[in-house]
């Protein structure tokens, strides 16, 4: 298994498959190994995409300071990932909550991003909030499922405080456009990826600065690609639109029917779609 050093001696592993230009893909979760990216819905095989595992998950070994696990501090892992492939410039993906990881790492390095490509992207690192009432909306998409009623009640639940483990388990089926066998395997073993502790650490205080990483993207000059899916409740497409303002070269593409992991709802079109964007290997 590849790896590289961190800045802090924290031994990093990566996972390459395709072949091409690489692609760095930094997973969401937030701290979920990267093995639930697979092969992007066949994207490798138009780009060699190099999955890096978070400190603290997957292959990867756990740092000795938790506190290193808080997003804005794995930027310096990004880049010591770069260093290690010797790309002068990143072709730079990033899945959900992974996308703040990119994020921040365009707004501190913007002249090591080539291209940077946003799937389902969470919006924490620039302080847009997504409102209770778009997430009922977009859940109201899904009306004629049959497992609507439990969800959204569920949903309900959560929305008001109450949450609980059976609930958070009922609304799975809001995160992928066809909840069948497939999609509850993937959902299954994404818990299994998770590392918790580092989940929590992720996000906690002075982990982002909306303000100063708002104004560092204004500048950003390499092209971008936001792509929602249509019925996505984790990040509804009007939210991924307010991103895109904030980034003077972005494209939206909304996908019809996709859900958080648009490349399982169908490959071919989320292929296409990403694959058109980067350009010929």
Not at 222 to 239: K, Y
Request: glycine share 10%.
């Amino acid at each position: 298994m590849p790896a590289f050093s961190a800045p802090d001696g924290t031994r990093l592993a990566y996972h390459v498959t395709g072949e091409g230009p690489p692609l760095v893909c930094v997973p969401g979760g937030p701290m979920q190994a990267s093995a639930y990216l697979g092969d992007l819905g066949g994207l490798s095989a138009h780009r060699q995409l190099v999955l890096l595992d978070l400190r603290g998950t997957g292959e990867s070994a756990t740092p000795d300071d938790a506190s290193s696990y808080r997003c804005d501090r794995q930027v310096d892992d990004v880049e010591a990932l770069r260093e290690h492939l010797g790309l002068d410039r990143l072709d730079l993906f990033g899945h959900s909550a992974g996308t703040n990881l990119a994020l921040l790492y365009a707004a501190r390095s913007p002249e090591r991003v080539r291209s940077l490509t946003l799937i389902t992207p969470s919006v924490y690192a620039v302080g847009i909030p997504v409102s209770g009432e778009l997430r009922r909306e977009t859940a109201l998409l899904r009306r004629d499922e049959p497992w609507f009623a439990t969800a959204f009640e569920a949903l309900g639940e959560i929305g008001a405080g109450r949450a609980a483990a059976e609930h958070w388990a009922a609304v799975s089926p809001f995160f992928h456009g066809r909840w069948d066998t497939a999609a509850q395997a993937h959902q299954a073993a994404g818990e299994d990826q998770r590392n918790q502790e580092a989940a929590a650490a992720y996000g906690a205080e002075g982990a982002f600065d909306p303000e100063a990483t708002r104004a560092a993207l204004g500048r950003l000059d390499a092209p971008v690609l936001l792509l929602a899916g249509e019925v996505d409740l984790n990040s509804p497409p009007p939210v991924v639109r307010e991103l895109a303002g904030l980034l003077p070269k972005a494209e939206v593409v909304v996908q019809a029917g996709a859900g958080h992991f648009p490349w399982l709802d169908d490959p071919d079109r989320f292929v296409a779609t990403t694959a058109g964007f980067l350009g010929p290997a």
